[in-house]
C-alpha cells in the first residue's frame, strides 16, 4: 500500500480532496501547516508529495478527528532492526480505546519513518500516552530498548499533532 502526504493551505487541500472524494483520503491541519494523506495501492493524485510505503498498518483514517505523527530519521543500516523492533511492538496498539488507525510508513525517498495514530479525539490521544503500552512503544523509538543503538538513527525523534475538520 502506498502513502502519500501533501502539504498546503486548509482550503486549497480540501478543494482536492472533494474533488478526488473516492479516494482513500484525509485532511488533517495544525497550526503550523495541513496535510492532505492519500492512502491507495495507486499512483497519487498529488503532483509532488512525500511517497511512503505503508510498513504496518490497520483501521480507518478518513474518520478520525486527531491524528499524531511521530517523525524517526533511520540510517540506511539500521532499517531493518528499526522496522523488525517497531512492527513487533505495535501490537501493544490493539484494542486501544479511541485509536481507530495506525500505520508505520516507510520512506520512499528519505530517511525519515512515520508512525502515524489516528484517535477519536485528542483526549483518547492523550490518556495513551500516560500508558504502559506507550512507554514501551517509546522505547524503541527513543533508543533504549536492547539491540537498538544510537547508530540506528541519524537524528532525533519528534511528534507533530494535528485536527481533522471534521472534529471542528
Same mark, same amino acid.
Given at each position: 500500500?502506498?502513502? /502519500?502526504?501533501?502539504?498546503?493551505?486548509?482550503?486549497? =487541500?480540501?478543494?482536492? @480532496?472533494?474533488?478526488?472524494? !473516492?479516494? !482513500?483520503?484525509?485532511?488533517? /491541519? !495544525? !497550526?503550523?501547516?495541513?496535510?492532505?494523506?492519500?492512502?491507495?495501492?495507486?499512483? &497519487?493524485?498529488?503532483?509532488?508529495? @512525500?511517497?511512503y510505503?505503508?510498513?504496518?498498518? +490497520?483501521?480507518?483514517?478518513q474518520?478520525?478527528? +486527531? %491524528? %499524531?505523527?511521530? /517523525?524517526?530519521?533511520?540510517?540506511?543500516?539500521?532499517?531493518?532492526?528499526? *522496522?523488525?523492533?517497531?512492527?513487533?511492538? &505495535?501490537s501493544?496498539?490493539?484494542?486501544?480505546l479511541? =485509536?481507530?488507525?495506525?500505520?508505520?510508513?516507510?520512506?520512499?525517498?528519505?530517511?525519515?519513518?512515520?508512525?502515524a495514530?489516528?484517535?477519536?479525539? *485528542?483526549?483518547?490521544?492523550?490518556?495513551?500516552? @500516560?500508558?504502559?503500552?506507550?512507554?514501551?512503544?517509546?522505547?524503541?523509538?527513543?533508543k533504549?530498548?536492547?539491540?537498538?543503538?544510537?547508530?540506528? +538513527?541519524?537524528?532525533?525523534?519528534?511528534?507533530?499533532?494535528?485536527? &481533522?475538520?471534521?472534529?471542528?
Amino acid at each position: 500500500m502506498n502513502f /502519500y502526504i501533501a502539504l498546503g493551505t486548509v482550503d486549497f =487541500l480540501d478543494k482536492l @480532496r472533494v474533488k478526488h472524494k !473516492n479516494e !482513500n483520503m484525509a485532511l488533517i /491541519y !495544525n !497550526n503550523e501547516t495541513a496535510i492532505l494523506l492519500h492512502e491507495t495501492t495507486r499512483k &497519487s493524485i498529488f503532483a509532488a508529495p @512525500r511517497k511512503y510505503e505503508v510498513l504496518f498498518g +490497520f483501521g480507518n483514517i478518513q474518520d478520525a478527528g +486527531f %491524528a %499524531a505523527f511521530t /517523525y524517526v530519521p533511520v540510517t540506511d543500516e539500521g532499517k531493518p532492526l528499526f *522496522e523488525y523492533n517497531i512492527t513487533q511492538k &505495535s501490537s501493544l496498539l490493539k484494542d486501544t480505546l479511541g =485509536l481507530l488507525a495506525f500505520r508505520i510508513l516507510r520512506p520512499i525517498k528519505s530517511d525519515t519513518y512515520v508512525i502515524a495514530s489516528f484517535w477519536l479525539k *485528542e483526549s483518547y490521544y492523550l490518556d495513551w500516552t @500516560r500508558s504502559p503500552a506507550f512507554e514501551e512503544l517509546e522505547q524503541v523509538i527513543e533508543k533504549t530498548k536492547a539491540g537498538i543503538s544510537k547508530t540506528v +538513527f541519524s537524528g532525533p525523534a519528534y511528534t507533530k499533532t494535528f485536527h &481533522s475538520l471534521q472534529e471542528d
